[in-house]
Protein backbone atom coordinates (compact mmCIF):
# COMPACT_ATOMS: atom_id res chain seq x y z
CA UNK A 1 0.00 0.00 0.00
CA UNK A 2 1.17 3.18 -1.42
CA UNK A 3 0.74 7.04 -0.83
CA UNK A 4 -1.05 7.75 -3.98
CA UNK A 5 0.50 11.12 -4.30
CA UNK A 6 4.74 10.34 -3.10
CA UNK A 7 4.88 6.50 -3.64
CA UNK A 8 5.51 6.34 0.45
CA UNK A 9 4.90 3.41 1.50
CA UNK A 10 2.05 3.65 3.64
CA UNK A 11 2.20 -0.23 5.59
CA UNK A 12 2.07 0.31 9.23
CA UNK A 13 0.62 4.28 9.06
CA UNK A 14 -2.83 4.32 11.08
CA UNK A 15 -3.16 8.13 11.36
CA UNK A 16 -4.82 8.15 7.97
CA UNK A 17 -2.66 10.33 6.32
CA UNK A 18 0.81 9.77 4.28
CA UNK A 19 3.64 10.89 6.94
CA UNK A 20 5.74 12.15 4.14
CA UNK A 21 3.38 14.42 2.01
CA UNK A 22 0.34 14.47 4.21
CA UNK A 23 -2.07 13.22 1.83
CA UNK A 24 -5.15 11.71 3.38
CA UNK A 25 -5.98 8.19 2.42
CA UNK A 26 -8.24 5.30 3.39
CA UNK A 27 -7.00 1.78 3.34
CA UNK A 28 -9.49 0.36 2.31
CA UNK A 29 -10.51 2.73 -0.75
CA UNK A 30 -8.33 2.01 -3.93
CA UNK A 31 -8.93 5.72 -5.64
CA UNK A 32 -7.09 6.82 -2.62
CA UNK A 33 -3.99 3.72 -2.11
CA UNK A 34 -1.84 2.28 -4.87
CA UNK A 35 -0.75 -1.07 -4.32
CA UNK A 36 2.43 -0.32 -6.32
CA UNK A 37 4.74 2.96 -6.13
CA UNK A 38 3.66 4.44 -9.27
CA UNK A 39 0.40 2.83 -10.02
CA UNK A 40 -1.39 5.19 -12.68
CA UNK A 41 -4.46 6.75 -10.98
CA UNK A 42 -7.85 6.12 -12.24
CA UNK A 43 -7.80 10.24 -14.07
CA UNK A 44 -4.27 9.32 -15.57
CA UNK A 45 -6.04 5.67 -17.48
CA UNK A 46 -8.59 8.35 -18.21
CA UNK A 47 -6.15 10.47 -19.88
CA UNK A 48 -4.56 7.84 -21.62
CA UNK A 49 -7.77 6.12 -22.86
CA UNK A 50 -9.06 9.82 -24.56
CA UNK A 51 -5.35 10.55 -26.22
CA UNK A 52 -5.77 6.71 -27.61
CA UNK A 53 -9.23 7.37 -28.56
CA UNK A 54 -8.65 10.84 -30.45
CA UNK A 55 -4.96 9.47 -31.53
CA UNK A 56 -6.61 6.74 -33.67
CA UNK A 57 -10.19 8.74 -34.10
CA UNK A 58 -9.53 12.24 -35.56
CA UNK A 59 -6.98 11.04 -38.25
CA UNK A 60 -9.59 8.40 -39.09
CA UNK A 61 -12.35 11.26 -39.42
CA UNK A 62 -9.59 13.12 -41.90
CA UNK A 63 -9.14 10.55 -44.08
CA UNK A 64 -12.78 9.18 -44.76
CA UNK A 65 -13.49 13.49 -45.12
CA UNK A 66 -10.58 13.38 -47.68
CA UNK A 67 -9.50 17.30 -47.48
CA UNK A 68 -6.26 16.36 -45.88
CA UNK A 69 -3.25 15.15 -47.47
CA UNK A 70 -2.64 11.71 -47.29
CA UNK A 71 0.98 11.96 -46.64
CA UNK A 72 0.38 14.02 -43.52
CA UNK A 73 -2.31 11.58 -42.36
CA UNK A 74 0.05 9.05 -42.43
CA UNK A 75 2.94 10.88 -40.78
CA UNK A 76 0.11 11.19 -37.45
CA UNK A 77 -1.69 7.77 -37.91
CA UNK A 78 1.90 5.41 -38.05
CA UNK A 79 3.49 7.13 -35.09
CA UNK A 80 0.30 7.37 -33.60
CA UNK A 81 -0.64 3.61 -33.76
CA UNK A 82 3.43 2.69 -32.67
CA UNK A 83 2.53 4.69 -29.64
CA UNK A 84 -0.15 2.71 -28.38
CA UNK A 85 1.75 -0.27 -28.56
CA UNK A 86 4.86 1.92 -26.20
CA UNK A 87 1.45 2.85 -23.78
CA UNK A 88 0.83 -0.39 -23.36
CA UNK A 89 4.59 -1.91 -22.62
CA UNK A 90 5.30 1.43 -20.67
CA UNK A 91 2.53 0.96 -18.29
CA UNK A 92 3.68 -3.23 -18.00
CA UNK A 93 7.02 -1.90 -17.19
CA UNK A 94 5.36 0.66 -14.58
CA UNK A 95 3.53 -2.51 -13.09
CA UNK A 96 6.30 -4.74 -13.46
CA UNK A 97 8.53 -2.29 -10.46
CA UNK A 98 11.51 -3.16 -11.75
CA UNK A 99 12.30 0.09 -13.05
CA UNK A 100 10.99 3.80 -11.63
CA UNK A 101 8.03 4.96 -12.59
CA UNK A 102 9.30 7.99 -15.72
CA UNK A 103 9.53 11.27 -14.33
CA UNK A 104 5.78 13.37 -13.83
CA UNK A 105 7.30 16.16 -15.75
CA UNK A 106 8.49 14.51 -18.49
CA UNK A 107 4.43 12.83 -18.87
CA UNK A 108 3.56 16.93 -18.83
CA UNK A 109 6.36 17.89 -21.31
CA UNK A 110 5.42 14.87 -23.95
CA UNK A 111 1.85 15.28 -23.81
CA UNK A 112 1.71 19.44 -23.56
CA UNK A 113 4.34 20.03 -26.27
CA UNK A 114 2.04 18.86 -29.14
CA UNK A 115 -1.19 20.40 -27.34
CA UNK A 116 0.38 23.77 -27.08
CA UNK A 117 1.01 23.65 -30.41
CA UNK A 118 -2.50 23.15 -31.39
CA UNK A 119 -3.62 25.56 -29.11
CA UNK A 120 -1.43 28.25 -31.00
CA UNK A 121 -3.00 26.79 -34.38
CA UNK A 122 -6.23 27.43 -33.73
CA UNK A 123 -5.33 30.39 -32.16
CA UNK A 124 -4.17 31.27 -35.34
CA UNK A 125 -7.12 30.26 -37.51
CA UNK A 126 -8.94 32.44 -35.20
CA UNK A 127 -7.04 35.72 -35.58
CA UNK A 128 -6.77 35.09 -38.93
CA UNK A 129 -10.66 34.96 -39.13
CA UNK A 130 -10.59 38.55 -36.57
CA UNK A 131 -8.01 40.55 -38.85
CA UNK A 132 -8.74 39.73 -42.26
CA UNK A 133 -12.14 38.78 -42.35
CA UNK A 134 -12.31 35.29 -43.49
CA UNK A 135 -9.28 32.94 -44.73
CA UNK A 136 -6.66 33.95 -46.53
CA UNK A 137 -7.28 34.09 -50.50
CA UNK A 138 -3.40 34.00 -51.22
CA UNK A 139 -0.67 31.83 -50.70
CA UNK A 140 1.79 33.12 -48.18
CA UNK A 141 1.65 36.00 -45.81
CA UNK A 142 1.08 38.34 -48.75
CA UNK A 143 -1.59 41.18 -47.23
CA UNK A 144 -0.65 39.81 -43.33
CA UNK A 145 -0.33 42.52 -41.19
CA UNK A 146 2.72 42.00 -38.95
CA UNK A 147 1.18 40.76 -35.89
CA UNK A 148 -0.31 37.62 -38.04
CA UNK A 149 2.47 37.07 -39.74
CA UNK A 150 4.43 36.65 -36.92
CA UNK A 151 1.75 34.58 -35.45
CA UNK A 152 1.63 32.27 -38.51
CA UNK A 153 5.77 31.82 -38.67
CA UNK A 154 5.76 30.85 -34.83
CA UNK A 155 2.59 28.41 -35.44
CA UNK A 156 4.29 26.55 -38.91
CA UNK A 157 7.78 26.74 -37.43
CA UNK A 158 6.63 24.77 -34.45
CA UNK A 159 4.96 22.70 -36.53
CA UNK A 160 8.15 22.22 -39.12
CA UNK A 161 10.21 21.31 -35.36
CA UNK A 162 7.42 18.94 -34.21
CA UNK A 163 7.14 16.58 -37.53
CA UNK A 164 11.13 16.35 -38.07
CA UNK A 165 10.88 15.42 -34.27
CA UNK A 166 7.87 12.84 -34.77
CA UNK A 167 10.15 11.03 -38.15
CA UNK A 168 12.91 11.23 -36.94
CA UNK A 169 14.58 11.92 -33.52
CA UNK A 170 11.22 10.19 -31.90
CA UNK A 171 12.14 6.88 -33.50
CA UNK A 172 15.50 6.58 -32.59
CA UNK A 173 14.92 7.66 -29.21
CA UNK A 174 12.01 4.66 -28.43
CA UNK A 175 14.15 2.01 -30.14
CA UNK A 176 17.29 3.42 -27.69
CA UNK A 177 14.98 3.73 -25.07
CA UNK A 178 13.10 0.39 -25.40
CA UNK A 179 16.92 -1.75 -25.94
CA UNK A 180 18.44 0.16 -22.68
CA UNK A 181 17.07 -1.40 -19.31
CA UNK A 182 17.72 1.92 -17.41
CA UNK A 183 15.71 4.10 -19.83
CA UNK A 184 12.88 1.73 -20.58
CA UNK A 185 10.94 3.77 -18.01
CA UNK A 186 10.95 6.49 -21.00
CA UNK A 187 9.24 4.31 -23.25
CA UNK A 188 5.33 5.32 -21.51
CA UNK A 189 5.96 9.53 -22.26
CA UNK A 190 7.26 8.59 -25.53
CA UNK A 191 4.51 6.31 -26.56
CA UNK A 192 1.94 9.39 -24.52
CA UNK A 193 3.61 11.91 -27.11
CA UNK A 194 2.76 10.11 -30.12
CA UNK A 195 -0.76 9.73 -28.95
CA UNK A 196 -0.70 13.41 -28.22
CA UNK A 197 1.09 14.33 -31.72
CA UNK A 198 -1.55 11.91 -33.78
CA UNK A 199 -4.53 13.68 -31.43
CA UNK A 200 -3.20 17.24 -32.65
CA UNK A 201 -2.31 17.46 -36.01
CA UNK A 202 -5.74 14.94 -36.66
CA UNK A 203 -7.03 18.03 -34.97
CA UNK A 204 -5.09 20.02 -37.86
CA UNK A 205 -6.44 17.84 -40.35
CA UNK A 206 -10.07 18.58 -39.32
CA UNK A 207 -9.95 22.45 -39.52
CA UNK A 208 -11.54 24.11 -42.21
CA UNK A 209 -10.53 23.22 -46.14
CA UNK A 210 -9.55 26.84 -46.72
CA UNK A 211 -7.29 27.30 -43.89
CA UNK A 212 -6.35 23.98 -44.61
CA UNK A 213 -5.22 24.60 -48.12
CA UNK A 214 -3.34 27.91 -46.72
CA UNK A 215 -1.64 25.47 -44.34
CA UNK A 216 -0.44 23.04 -46.81
CA UNK A 217 0.72 25.17 -49.55
ZN1 LIG B 1 2.51 10.97 0.33
Known sequence: MFCRACDYSLLGVHSGRCPECGRAFVPTDPATVASFPGQPSRSFRHLIGW????????????AVLGDAPFLIILICMVPGIIGLGAVAVGLHILRSQLLGQPPRILIAAAILAPVAWIVLVI???????VTLGGWPTRLGMAGFPPALATHADIALGLWGILILFTLFVWPILLIGCAAIPPARRA??????????HAACVGGLLLMPSPFLRWWFD
Not at 187 to 196: H, R
Open 51 to 62: LSALAIGLPAVA
Open 187 to 196: VLPLGLFALA
Open 123 to 129: SLALHMR
